[in-house]
C-alpha cells in the first residue's frame, strides 16, 4: 500500500482549490481570533489573498504571520468535516502583487470585471498581497 507523504496543509489547499474562498483567521496581539472569508487562488503550494491595504488582517499579519486557512463559501461558512490548518502569512511587494493580480484575472471572471471597471473609470485599487505558505 503506498504511503501518503502529503502534508494536511496541501491537502486543505486542494480542497480550498476546488472553491473560490477561503476562510483566513489572523490573531490580534492577545491571541483572540479574527476570521475572515476572502477570495483566493492558489499557485503551487501558496495561497494568495489580495486585500485593500487598511484591513484589520494587514495590520494582524504585521504583527504576527500566524494564520489558519479552511475551505468556506462566499459567506464564510465552512463545510463540516473540512481541516482547519495553520500557516505563515507575509505580505508582498508591489512586483509580486501584480503577479497574484495575474492568477486572480486568470481565475475568476468577477476579477476580470472589476479590473475592467477600474481601468474605465480609472480608478486605482490599491491592494495588498498575502501569500500563506505552511509553517
Partial sequence: MPV???SAFEAA??????G?????TTFRKDGRAVVTPVGCVIEGSTL???TPPGTGKVK????SGRVTIAPCNGRGTVPVGAAEVEGVARLLDEREI???QHYMVKRTFLYRVVRIADRVLRRERRLVAIAVTES
Fill in 4 to 6: 501518503d507523504t502529503s
Fill in 13 to 18: 489547499l486542494k480542497r480550498i482549490g476546488k
Fill in 20 to 24: 473560490l474562498y477561503v476562510s483566513l
Fill in 48 to 50: 494568495y489573498v489580495l
Fill in 60 to 63: 494582524r499579519i504585521r504583527n
Fill in 98 to 100: 501584480a503577479r497574484v
